[in-house]
């Protein structure tokens, strides 16, 4: 089964990088989320293997050919207390599994807990908001605000 961890400075070489490069091409192209381009994600994948202190943390998911996939954290500071968010994450297609995903949550959970967060969260902009909620919920989420939107014709 795939290894999820922070990364390392010694996981940071080209191979990653590339890899990492064309995972973030595919993120934006399934969710039309350009909200973190290639290059900024690259900076933070370098600058977090390299700075344990900052308020974002960069996850790989390797196998044996090594990055199979991402995943981008953060901290703020919510309502009741310090919060760790999912802001970006990413599963090539052959490791989309449940238990891919139970994997994760288990070490974003672990992680935030020794880090005294009291929740962690995630959101999306893209697809069903209630197959998201659904898909979740399986590990444990619950559904905390809304968006409503309202198009207007302008933009993109």
Not at 63 to 76: I, K, N, V
Not at 96 to 123: D, H, M, P, W
Not at 132 to 149: A, D, N, T
Request: proline share 3%.
């Amino acid at each position: 089964s795939p290894d999820f961890r922070l990364i390392e400075p010694t996981d940071v070489t080209r191979e990653f990088m590339g890899r990492l490069s064309e995972y973030s091409v595919e993120y934006i192209t399934e969710s039309c989320d350009r909200s973190l381009m290639p290059i900024g994600l690259i900076d933070a994948a370098h600058r977090s293997a390299f700075d344990k202190t900052l308020p974002y943390q960069f996850w790989g998911l390797f196998d044996e050919t090594g990055l199979c996939g991402y995943a981008l954290t953060q901290y703020s500071q919510g309502e009741r207390g310090r919060e760790m968010n999912i802001t970006q994450a990413f599963i090539s297609k052959n490791h989309r599994s449940n238990g891919v995903q139970e994997l994760t949550i288990a070490e974003f959970e672990k992680f935030g807990r020794a880090n005294g967060c009291a929740y962690l969260t995630s959101s999306t902009k893209r697809g069903s908001p209630d197959a998201y909620v659904r898909w979740m919920g399986k590990c444990g989420f619950q559904k905390r605000c809304v968006v409503v939107e309202k198009l207007l014709g302008g933009g993109n």
